[in-house]
T-cell receptor, first 111, second 115 residues
Framework: QKEVEQDPGPLSVPEGAIVSLNCTYSNSAFQYFMWYRQYSRKGPELLMYTYSSGNKEDGRFTAQVDKSSKYISLFIRDSQPSDSATYLCAMSAGSNYQLIWGAGTKLIIKP | EAGVAQSPRYKIIEKRQSVAFWCNPISGHATLYWYQQILGQGPKLLIQFQNNGVVDDSQLPKDRFSAERLKGVDSTLKIQPAKLEDSAVYLC?????????????FGPGTRLTVL
């Protein structure tokens, strides 16, 4: 079993829809959580990070962590075709610990 | 501000050949990472440098992979000899420090195909 599981998709939604992307994990020691976006033929870029449980909002993006369920989510409101990319979650047990990555979910926003 | 530079962008070699990748991090970034991203998977850390020193190389296949960071700036990653399963994108990233709170900035990657 992988430490971090992520549905590979693709997830295809119409423009303007609310998108929900999720990761589950098995290591209860994880407490630092990140979401990255990766466009085709590019390196990942950081979208958001959160520490421990709770919600964090940044513009159209909201990150949510539920440590009791070992489940994290990224919500995208008013989705745009430019949001079409692969979204990767990453997490670590400590601030100086190695990041453990999910495989990524491919998102397609249809105009 | 210039981003992380990597070269070459693409490389095709035959198995048992050797190959080298180069990375130039963002100026002033002390921490440099090499990741391997196999198609359909997330990045896997191969090695992390803090200035000249190695912080973590626990997942580097040391029988065939080597990396160095001379003068604490540029870095090279070498594979010798290459195997079919080394086909992947090799990503270089840099950050100001090694903490979670120091954002990692990624280069575009080098796509390696081993035939």
């Amino acid at each position: 079993q992988k430490e971090v599981e992520q549905d590979p998709g693709p997830l295809s939604v119409p423009e303007g829809a609310i998108v929900s992307l999720n990761c589950t994990y098995s290591n209860s020691a994880f407490q630092y959580f990140m979401w990255y976006r990766q466009y085709s033929r590019k390196g990942p870029e950081l979208l958001m990070y959160t520490y421990s449980s709770g919600n964090k909002e940044d513009g159209r993006f909201t990150a949510q962590v539920d440590k009791s369920s070992k489940y994290i989510s990224l919500f995208i409101r008013d989705s745009q075709p430019s949001d079409s990319a692969t979204y990767l979650c990453a997490m670590s047990a400590g601030s100086n610990y190695q990041l453990i990555w999910g495989a990524g979910t491919k998102l397609i926003i249809k105009p | 501000e210039a981003g992380v530079a990597q070269s070459p962008r693409y490389k095709i070699i035959e198995k048992r050949q050797s190959v080298a990748f180069w990375c130039n991090p963002i100026s002033g970034h002390a921490t440099l990472y090499w990741y391997q991203q196999i198609l359909g998977q997330g990045p896997k850390l191969l090695i992390q440098f803090q200035n000249n020193g190695v912080v973590d190389d626990s997942q580097l296949p040391k029988d065939r992979f080597s990396a160095e960071r001379l003068k604490g700036v540029d870095s090279t990653l070498k594979i010798q000899p290459a195997k079919l399963e080394d086909s992947a994108v090799y990503l270089c990233a840099s950050s100001f420090g090694g903490s979670f709170y120091n954002e990692q900035f990624f280069g575009p990657g080098t796509r390696l195909t081993v035939l």
